[in-house]
């Protein structure tokens, strides 16, 4: 009787640590990267460059 609740317990942490993990890795959020982050596009737009012509080079990069 006791060790039904152990099987019980030993089949829970089997099956229900895995399913967590899967879930917590389809959830969780992708790092964005460094030349992505506003900062970096505030910085670019100061040094000069037209809006159009950032958009147009960040999109080559990721195509």
Do not use: F, N, Q
């Not at 399913?19 to 737009?45: K, N, Q, S």
């Not at 000069?48 to 950032?54: D, E, R």
């Amino acid at each position: 009787m006791i060790g039904d609740g152990w099987i019980m317990c030993g089949l829970v942490m089997a099956l229900g640590l895995p399913l967590g993990v899967l879930v917590a890795l389809t959830v969780w959020p992708e790092r964005i990267p460094a030349d992505r982050t506003v900062e970096a596009i505030r910085t670019r737009l100061a040094a000069g460059g037209s809006c159009a012509a950032i958009h147009d080079a960040d999109l080559g990069k990721y195509d």
